[in-house]
């Protein structure tokens, strides 16, 4: 099994940081991509970001300039470092990571259970 546990999520008002993290635990032999969702109340879940092994990053277009994706791959982690907030970046925050368990298994997408953002005007 694996786990994903986000942390660092909260109110902040407009024009303000957060910084996001998210550590994957468990039978982990590998992990590809891992990635930051977002879902707004009453929208469905989108990407924010996503990150590769080997550093290559993804950014939607609504946060690109003021998010940034980084990884520590020998801690299995992933962070979001939110600048210059907007209220419509409220949302819970959702961690996922493409994992490979062992090295003969296939690879498996897991998500965490999210961390609420709350940005205020």
């Known amino acids: 099994q694996v786990q994903l546990v986000e942390s660092g999520g909260g109110l902040v008002q407009a024009g303000g940081s957060l910084r996001l993290s998210c550590a994957a635990s468990?039978?982990?032999?590998?992990?590809?991509?891992m990635g930051w969702y977002r879902q707004a109340p009453g929208k469905q879940r989108e990407l924010a970001a996503d990150?590769?092994?080997?550093?290559?990053?993804n950014y939607a277009d609504s946060v690109k300039g003021r998010f940034t994706i980084s990884r520590d791959n020998a801690k299995n982690t992933v962070y979001l470092q939110m600048n210059s907030l907007k209220p419509e970046d409220t949302a819970v925050y959702y961690c996922?990571?493409?994992?490979?368990?062992?090295?003969?298994?296939?690879?498996?997408?897991?998500w965490g259970k999210g961390t609420l953002v709350t940005v205020s005007s």
């Open positions: 990150i590769t092994s080997g550093g290559s990053t």
């Open positions: 996922n990571a493409e994992v490979r368990p062992r090295s003969y298994s296939p690879r498996t997408v897991y």
């Open positions: 468990g039978s982990i032999f590998s992990i590809n991509l």
